[in-house]
């Protein structure tokens, strides 16, 4: 039975006199890429007393094949040097990246034109559902975000506020937000979220929810960071409100 290939950013460590030390392994996220490191005279010497007995490796500290006669400024020199690698392989998989298209230039006709049909009721000849107003607008803004080269989180803002639809100025309000990860269309585990309520929501036991009012002029903004994980995980932010029965209020 095959097994699964081991994808990964290599690079090729080498030195005097052109031997390959080590394929080093630089990231296992997309794009991955492929390259080659040759040692400078000036460091040759430092890095060859880094390597253990088996010649396999430029060693950032001490183990116990170690010579010890080595000083601490070769290990040094060694773990500078890798981290150095390792920021020009995240700089050129950025680079390699394509560019996002803009949100607005992204368009499905095909999906548009099925809509707009079930929108104005087409087709059968029946009344497609007619949608009932929205008291409350919703504005959701989240963003993936690196955390290493295997780990991201999902940061952004979740904007709230009475619609014109609404009959008063303001209501109380029950806020739920939730990051939760996408398991085949279906919604999975919960990531947790760290958020930052606006002043007069509060949190209730549940994690996620706040209880507050909610105004049309002045838009309730709540600030949001997951916890990293995976970068192979998808996940999708959620939020939704609850207008807490009451009278509407309205501003003299």
């Known amino acids: 039975m095959s097994t699964p290939t ?7 460590l080498m030195r005097k006199p052109r031997m390959v030390v080590e394929y080093w392994d ?16 000036s460091i040759d010497d430092a890095l060859r007393d880094t390597e253990p007995k088996s010649h396999d490796a430029w060693q950032t500290k001490a183990d116990d094949d170690s010579d010890t006669s080595n000083t601490a400024a070769n290990y040094e020199a060694a773990r500078k040097l890798l981290d150095r690698i390792k920021r020009h392989v995240n700089k050129l998989r950025e680079d390699l990246k ?27 000849g029946t009344s497609g559902p007619v949608p009932e107003p929205r008291p409350v607008t919703i504005h959701l803004t989240p963003m993936a975000e690196p955390v290493d080269d295997r780990q ?41 979220l760290e ?33 990293p994980h995976l970068a ?10 609850d207008l807490l029965p009451s009278e509407p209020i309205t501003s003299e």
């Open 152 to 192: 991201v989180r999902v940061t952004g803002q979740a904007e709230f506020a009475l619609s014109d639809n609404y009959e008063g100025d303001c209501s109380e309000s029950l806020i739920r937000l939730r990051y939760l990860f996408d398991e085949d269309g279906r919604s999975g585990d919960r990531v947790e």
């Open 232 to 241: 192979l995980w998808a996940g999708r932010v959620s939020a939704e409100v």
């Open 26 to 41: 630089a990231g296992r996220t997309t794009p991955f890429v492929r390259g080659t490191f040759v040692a400078d005279d």
């Open 195 to 227: 958020i930052n309520a606006p002043e007069g929501f509060d949190a209730t036991e549940d994690p996620g929810n706040f209880i507050g009012m909610l105004h049309r002029d002045s838009p309730a903004t709540f600030e949001f960071a997951s916890d």
């Open 98 to 124: 394509p560019s996002p298209r803009p949100q607005e230039q992204v368009r499905l006709p095909e999906f548009d034109r099925i809509m707009a049909k079930i929108m104005r009721g087409a087709g059968s």
């Open 6 to 12: 081991d994808h990964r950013s290599l690079v090729a």
